[in-house]
């Protein structure tokens, strides 16, 4: 039971981090119909900035936590503006290959910056020790994945407020409806894509933040970890912001469950899954989701016309 | 009608491999430039060609499914995997931890592209039920599912950060690792290798031009250009997405073969998502859906970091020296290639060629 409950405080972190990655990436694909595979990218760098100014520049932590996540923000901003608005109109194939140029950029360029030794994040409370963790009935929870939870509850309410009541979350919800019509009626919409892409960084950023915080670290392969929220989009339908939690959740526990039970279950079976086999099971589900409901759980079904 | 090559009197004629006189005429030339360039080059440039053509050979592959079909493909380096691994098990030599039964080359090189075609058909109705990103997504998965039976099968694949030899170059019972000796004249490994690149390479490419102008090559374009409509003209959607998968992890596993007797070993680990990655940027720089694309892609991204090491010699500066170091500053200049080339030239360094060729063949009453 412990074991059942330790796998699942795990996984329900994981799938908060997910889950702001993956919100990113249903915004972006609803308003512009675009899959970016720049957002892992942006998370690490995120990540970066954050331990740059924390770590290097010795700037008081919830400053560089504050800076690092705004800074990201407007990287997703200028991407969009310098890379993606000529793109406006074309192939949806081309646009996914060019936000994989981009995040071949950006994750070369925070390479070079990382090198070889695991960059930290700094620490706001010293004392806890890195964090730190509390036991609770056997059962170990690290406050950062209480963090994590917590933040990302609070941003997809606030996220949900945002839609519904503001003058911009209106005009996001109808550019992504419909872009013309939303034109039409005097929306800006060239002003709702670099809107989009300043939450969807600042969203990547907070996730970033989560993966490699701690005893995390960021790595060259730090991205790996955001990489897998998009099973988690493919799972819940990629036009569905709902459908990006509950898949993050699905995904998440997941590879919670797995990453404990793995063991037991080989020495059941006689069989053996591999090492990390946690980190496949994600694709996985997302394989099988796919072959049985194309358009995910909560996705729209597409109606096309010759 | 010869003193008028450019007039077509009949579609044969127009779509015959080479149309005019000019073609058979430069590619007569090209032909005697590269098979003698073997004789004059020095070992470091004859493995960065050899390179290049084979990785034309895999591009030919992913420009068959994306380029022509439409269909993207994130699995294309599992595949090209697939057949490095068949070749090294096939054509190997066994050791403590790994399976090789030391086969001939007349075996390994096309069990190699059957295997990988094998394979590829898991994901044919998959394809079949899926189009655009999802497919793209599938295809994904495949990948990382791929990646971790390649970390995790150490007979055949030696294990994650281990890797293996690959397959020997052993053709009709003669070895040629050593090279080859006529008389007094020796034949090295390197040059053997490169003819051998060579005319795979083209043999691969004639067949790539071969699809194009067929019957199936004209059901991909139409998939390409609008499925449902090719499907209500009665192309059977099922065989042709199929078959393209099929065609381009045959060419992806012979490709991969044989690029892999060039370098020597592999490590698994290689056939990760950037190595799929790679493989639409080669076909997207070099120009997706055209004959001669891929080859130019494929020249671009082996011979680019060949150049940038070239100067670094000649101009005696040490990599040290740098801001970022070689294996960076070739990532860079490859994803900026990308960007700029999608957003400024959507047929890739093909379209350039066409544009230059066309200007000078009106030149100098350019208009």
């Known amino acids: 039971m412990t074991v059942f409950l330790q796998a699942t405080v795990e996984g329900l972190s994981l799938a908060a981090i997910y889950s702001l990655v993956a919100i990113g990436f249903v915004l972006i694909y609803k308003s512009m119909d675009v899959l970016s595979f720049a957002q892992p990218a942006l998370a690490v760098v995120g990540a970066g900035l954050i331990s740059s100014l924390a770590v290097d520049r010795g700037v008081p932590f919830w400053i560089a936590l504050f800076i690092g996540i705004s800074l990201t923000g407007v990287l997703g901003l200028i991407v969009e503006r310098t890379f993606l608005r000529p793109m406006v109109g074309e192939p949806v194939f081309s646009v996914a290959i060019l936000t994989i140029g981009i995040d071949i950029l950006l994750r070369t360029t925070l390479d070079n910056w990382i090198g070889l030794n695991p960059r930290y994040m700094g620490d706001p409370f010293p004392s806890f020790g890195n964090f730190g963790s509390a036991q609770i009935a056997g059962v170990t929870i690290k406050y950062l994945e209480i963090a994590a939870l917590a933040t990302a509850i609070f941003i997809i309410i606030a996220l949900n407020i945002f839609f519904r009541k503001s003058k911009y979350g209106v005009a996001m919800r109808a550019t992504s409806f419909d872009q013309e019509a939303a034109l039409a009626q005097g929306i800006n919409v060239g002003r709702i894509f670099g809107l989009v892409w300043f939450i969807a960084g600042i969203l990547a950023a907070f996730a970033g933040f989560f993966i490699t915080g701690g005893f995390n670290t960021l790595s060259q392969t730090s991205f790996v970890v955001a990489l897998r929220a998009l099973p988690a989009v493919v799972i819940g339908g990629l036009d569905s912001i709902p459908g990006a939690v509950v898949g993050s959740i699905i995904i998440g526990l997941t590879q919670g469950y797995v990453a404990y039970y793995q063991y037991d279950f080989e020495i059941l079976t006689g069989l053996t899954l591999g090492n990390g086999f946690s980190l496949l099971a994600p694709y996985l589900i997302m394989f099988v989701i796919l072959i049985l409901k194309p358009d995910g759980l909560f996705g729209t079904k597409e109606v096309e016309r010759v | 009608m010869k003193s008028r090559p450019n007039l077509y009197t009949n579609y044969d004629k127009e779509s015959a491999i080479f149309s005019n006189n000019t073609q058979k005429f430069w590619f007569a030339v090209l032909f005697v430039l590269s098979v003698s360039l073997c004789f004059v080059a020095t070992d470091y440039w004859i493995l960065l060609i050899s390179r290049s053509l084979t990785f034309s050979i895999g ?309």
């Not at chain 2, 030899?165 to 053709?171: I, M, N, R």
């Not at chain 2, 042709?240 to 892999?260: C, N, P, R």
């Open chain 2, 59 to 367: 591009a030919w592959g992913i420009n068959i499914v994306s380029g022509l079909a439409g269909q993207i493909t994130l699995a294309h380096g599992s595949f090209i995997g697939i057949g490095v691994y068949t070749a090294a098990v096939l054509g190997g030599v066994a050791s403590n931890s790994v399976w090789g039964y030391e086969l001939d080359m007349l075996i390994w090189l096309p069990a190699a592209g059957i295997v990988a075609a094998l394979f590829s058909l898991i994901l044919a109705p998959l394809a079949v039920r899926l189009k655009g990103l999802n497919l793209a997504l599938v295809t994904l998965a495949f990948l990382f599912i791929c990646s971790h039976i390649f970390s995790n099968f150490i007979s055949v694949t030696g294990g994650a950060g281990i890797g293996r030899k690959v397959a020997k170059l052993v053709l009709f019972g003669i070895n040629l690792e050593e090279g080859l000796a006529f008389g007094n004249f020796l034949l090295e490994k390197n040059q053997i290798q490169y003819l051998f690149c060579l005319f795979l390479c083209m043999i691969m490419g004639f067949g790539f031009k071969n699809i194009v102008r067929s019957r199936a090559g004209r059901a991909y374009a139409g998939i390409r250009d609008g499925d449902i409509a090719a499907e209500a003209l009665g192309v059977n959607l099922f065989r042709y997405k199929a078959s393209a998968f099929a065609l381009a992890s045959f060419y992806a596993g012979v490709g991969g073969a044989m690029a892999s007797t060039i370098s020597g070993g592999v490590e698994p680990g290689l056939f990760n998502l950037l190595f799929s990655i790679l493989a639409v940027a080669i076909i997207v720089i070099g120009g997706a859906g055209t004959v001669l694309g891929p080859l130019f892609g494929a020249f671009f991204y082996i011979m680019a970091p060949g150049f940038i090491q070239y100067i670094l010699k000649i101009t005696h500066l040490t990599e040290s020296a740098l801001p970022l170091n070689l294996g960076q500053i070739e990532a860079i200049l490859f994803g900026l290639c990308i960007i700029l080339f999608l957003i400024f030239e959507p047929r890739g360094l093909w379209g350039i060629w066409f544009r230059l060729r066309n200007y000078f063949k009106a030149w100098p009453f350019s208009y």
